[in-house]
């Protein structure tokens, strides 16, 4: 005789609704996304630690603890470091277009008198400028380490907002001597731009002077503008 089994029946597997995924929750929470000070506060961290120790040796991590943020919120304000970085030198763009654009008025007068120490006043102006405050001294100190860094984002960085500003003076110098070459101003630039540099970012004038003198002091901005003068006229004479 022949017999059968019972099989149990078959039971849906409620696998697949265990798998359904739970909406993915923001990792910044709402009330720091609606405080648009922390924006603010996390670029005023940023420039001030890349100035201080330099790009390499800051993190995000670092400039979010000194800004008083979560980690999270730089991501979602700026993306990535590098990005970040650029943000900063972006933020200080109308000093750039403000020496663009005076050094190109300048240009279009063509050839005269005092027009290379017109020039020069027009280019350094605006840096010296922003010394004085904790914001600007940050800002001057960076830009020098900046040019100084080797690596590809300052590269990156200092070809992006920088070269136009060089260009500008260039054509400008051009014009305002004619019979220079053009690789003799080139390097007139470089020795100029040094000097600009030092001038208000290197604060061992301050120890080397026993405090008389100050990096960046607005009353030395005359002097600075006929040293850089008569470098260019001499290398061009």
Not at 44 to 66: C, H, K, M, T
Not at 88 to 109: C, K, P, T
Not at 148 to 177: C, K, N, Q
Request: aromatic share 8%; with cysteine; charged share 25%.
């Amino acid at each position: 005789m022949e017999t059968t089994k019972k099989t149990a029946p078959v039971r849906r597997s409620a696998a697949p609704a265990a798998r359904r995924k739970a909406p993915r929750r923001s990792p910044v929470a709402p009330e720091e996304i609606q405080r648009p000070d922390r924006r603010q506060d996390i670029l005023d961290s940023a420039e001030f630690l890349f100035a201080e120790r330099g790009y390499a040796a800051v993190s995000v991590r670092d400039i979010a603890a000194r800004a008083g943020v979560p980690v999270a919120l730089v991501s979602y304000y700026f993306g990535r470091k590098p990005e970040l970085l650029a943000t900063v030198f972006a933020h200080r763009q109308a000093n750039l277009d403000e020496r663009i654009s005076r050094i190109r008025e300048i240009g279009a007068r063509g050839p005269g008198p005092g027009r290379v120490e017109e020039i020069v006043a027009a280019w350094a102006e605006p840096v010296v400028r922003l010394t004085g405050s904790a914001s600007g001294d940050s800002f001057s100190l960076l830009v020098a380490r900046t040019a100084w860094d080797p690596g590809p984002e300052a590269t990156e960085i200092i070809g992006r907002f920088y070269d136009p500003l060089v260009h500008a003076f260039l054509e400008a110098m051009s014009v305002a001597l004619p019979d220079c070459p053009a690789d003799k101003l080139l390097w007139a630039y470089e020795y100029a731009v040094g000097a600009l540099l030092m001038y208000v970012a290197d604060k061992r004038i301050e120890r080397l002077s026993n405090g008389r003198a100050t990096a960046g002091d607005p009353a030395r901005f005359d002097d600075f503008v006929r040293f850089v003068t008569a470098g260019l006229t001499a290398m061009c004479r």
